[in-house]
């Protein structure tokens, strides 16, 4: 599928920024004064931006609203829903650590846990979706969260995140393979996309039309293989082993810091190709796949 920018820059975001208010509502990380409006803000800034980031993609800035009135249906309201409870459940929290009150941390674990729920609610907008054999499998929440959890770690300092950077390096590339025969193994073809099936195996004779249309501009979107290979190293890499190097060598904040940036960089290169190499079953009946 064609990667559309607002999206990855949504997802990658907000999914560090949910990760690092996991962490710092679960106590792992109780800083005090300044250092707490720095920690608290960055994850706060985070996840804003990416839900900021997600409205470029509405088309219409009223449907907005319409994203939080389906929540018994769609994964999409529950994301909605579940940033916005869990924003608001964490700020007295941070409000505290900042400020010194003293205020009683259980919702921290409850705005944590909720943190960590909506990464998820992002996963399953993708995971529900058949008609992407590579998305409709158990590593796309896996590897939402493990990117939430892994940057949550790193941004949050913790003595971990090496462990957590090489297991999401691991799973990473399982996820490439895994993902390359999953169209394959999902059957779909053109007699099963048009029901003809059961009539022998139909072929194209003619496209549907000369010109083009939005579902070839945006659902069958393909990639050259050299320069996704070349990418998946980079996010296999940047994502997982880097930063896992970074941490032992460069001592301090500055470790962390720096592998929070490369992390970031091989998140966004491993998100660019989770939507371009999304094959979606439409493109049978154009003879893309």
């Given at each position: 599928m064609n990667p559309?920018?607002?999206?990855?820059?949504?997802?990658?975001?907000?999914?560090?920024?949910?990760?690092?208010?996991?962490?710092?509502?679960?106590?792992?990380?109780v800083p005090a004064g300044w250092p707490a409006f720095f920690w608290w803000g960055l994850g706060y800034a985070l996840a804003v931006a990416g839900l900021l980031a997600a409205t470029f993609h509405l088309g219409n800035p009223k449907n907005a609203r319409k994203a939080f009135s389906q929540v018994r249906t769609s994964w999409l309201s529950r994301e909605a829903w579940a940033a916005v409870v869990t924003l608001v459940t964490l700020a007295p929290v941070a409000l505290s650590d900042w400020l010194g009150l003293g205020w009683w941390r259980g919702g921290g674990v409850i705005?944590?846990?909720?943190?960590?729920?909506?990464?998820l609610t992002t996963a399953m907008i993708y995971t529900q979706i058949r008609a992407v054999p590579r998305w409709h499998f158990w590593t796309t929440p896996v590897l939402f969260l493990g990117f939430a959890v892994t940057g949550g770690m790193i941004l949050a300092g913790q003595a971990l995140a090496p462990f957590a950077s090489l297991a999401l390096s691991g799973v990473l590339a399982l996820a490439f393979w895994l993902g390359d025969g999953r169209f394959a193994a999902a059957g779909a073809t053109l007699g099963s996309a048009t029901g003809l099936a059961t009539l022998g195996a139909p072929h194209v004779f003619e496209l549907p039309h000369t010109g083009g249309n939005y579902l070839l501009r945006e659902m069958i979107y393909v990639v050259g293989r050299k320069h996704a290979q070349r990418l998946r190293v980079i996010?296999?890499?940047?994502?997982g082993l880097a930063p896992a190097v970074l941490v032992g060598l460069v001592p301090g904040g500055a470790g962390?810091?720096?592998a929070g940036l490369v992390h970031l960089l091989g998140a966004f290169a491993a998100r660019?190709?989770?939507?371009?190499?999304?094959?979606?079953v439409v493109g049978l009946y154009y003879g893309k796949r």
């Amino acid at each position: 599928m064609n990667p559309a920018p607002s999206v990855i820059v949504f997802s990658v975001l907000s999914g560090a920024g949910f990760g690092l208010l996991a962490f710092l509502g679960f106590g792992a990380v109780v800083p005090a004064g300044w250092p707490a409006f720095f920690w608290w803000g960055l994850g706060y800034a985070l996840a804003v931006a990416g839900l900021l980031a997600a409205t470029f993609h509405l088309g219409n800035p009223k449907n907005a609203r319409k994203a939080f009135s389906q929540v018994r249906t769609s994964w999409l309201s529950r994301e909605a829903w579940a940033a916005v409870v869990t924003l608001v459940t964490l700020a007295p929290v941070a409000l505290s650590d900042w400020l010194g009150l003293g205020w009683w941390r259980g919702g921290g674990v409850i705005g944590g846990a909720l943190a960590l729920f909506t990464v998820l609610t992002t996963a399953m907008i993708y995971t529900q979706i058949r008609a992407v054999p590579r998305w409709h499998f158990w590593t796309t929440p896996v590897l939402f969260l493990g990117f939430a959890v892994t940057g949550g770690m790193i941004l949050a300092g913790q003595a971990l995140a090496p462990f957590a950077s090489l297991a999401l390096s691991g799973v990473l590339a399982l996820a490439f393979w895994l993902g390359d025969g999953r169209f394959a193994a999902a059957g779909a073809t053109l007699g099963s996309a048009t029901g003809l099936a059961t009539l022998g195996a139909p072929h194209v004779f003619e496209l549907p039309h000369t010109g083009g249309n939005y579902l070839l501009r945006e659902m069958i979107y393909v990639v050259g293989r050299k320069h996704a290979q070349r990418l998946r190293v980079i996010a296999v890499v940047c994502a997982g082993l880097a930063p896992a190097v970074l941490v032992g060598l460069v001592p301090g904040g500055a470790g962390f810091a720096l592998a929070g940036l490369v992390h970031l960089l091989g998140a966004f290169a491993a998100r660019w190709l989770f939507f371009a190499e999304a094959e979606h079953v439409v493109g049978l009946y154009y003879g893309k796949r």
